[in-house]
């Protein structure tokens, strides 16, 4: 106990009573055990870059190899609109990680937000897919189609996680009043 300048003795201040005044109560500093923030939000998205180049080159390879087995040319039309959504996916995915991993980089929370927005659409129909494939074939009784899907619907756990590790850069990062979006939010380090 220590004593006032009136000589009252005052009570010592909680241990976590600056915890308690930040507005950032409950939220880690850390993204996956020996990574910071940032810099875990820089790798999230950096290897969704790699992996998702990946997807779209064997995709590509794929639907490039299959067999031409129809003489009259009715599925060009099918293989062509699947090559340009798996490119425009592709595109996607690019644009809106390297916004992660820049706005990491440089704080900037509009960048974290574009991907926070991007990332939850896109996981979420991931996992609407998935769900109804899972519906559909407990349905129809394919245990084999229900393992499989039931190890990809496993998969999502980490999309998740990630989404959450954005949500906490995106809430480290201060926001001073008065500041556009898109415009650097903080000097300070997160």
Excluded at 24 to 47: D, E, K, N, P, T
Excluded at 92 to 112: C, I, P
Excluded at 122 to 151: C, D, K, Q, R, W
């Amino acid at each position: 106990m220590s004593s006032g300048a009136d000589g009252r003795e005052e009570a010592p201040e909680p241990f976590n009573a600056r915890a308690e005044r930040s507005p950032h109560v409950g939220m880690a500093s850390q993204c996956c055990c020996c990574f910071g923030l940032r810099s875990g939000a820089v790798v999230i998205g950096a290897s969704l870059l790699i992996l998702h180049t990946l997807v779209a080159l064997i995709q590509v390879t794929v639907l490039s190899t299959l067999p031409d087995k129809d003489p009259e040319r009715q599925l060009e039309s099918a293989r062509r609109l699947a090559l340009a959504v798996v490119l425009i996916a592709l595109l996607l995915h690019v644009v809106f990680n390297s916004a992660l991993v820049h706005g990491a980089r440089t704080r900037h929370r509009g960048l974290v937000l574009a991907w926070l927005v991007y990332h939850a659409v896109s996981s979420a129909l991931h996992s609407l897919g998935l769900l109804s494939a899972f519906v559909g074939a407990a349905a129809y009784g394919n245990s084999l189609a229900l393992v499989v899907l039931l190890i990809t619907m496993g998969l999502l756990v980490p999309l998740w996680y990630w989404f959450a590790v954005g949500v906490r850069l995106y809430c480290k990062l201060s926001h001073k009043p008065g500041v556009v979006y898109s415009e650097p939010c903080s000097k300070t380090p997160v």
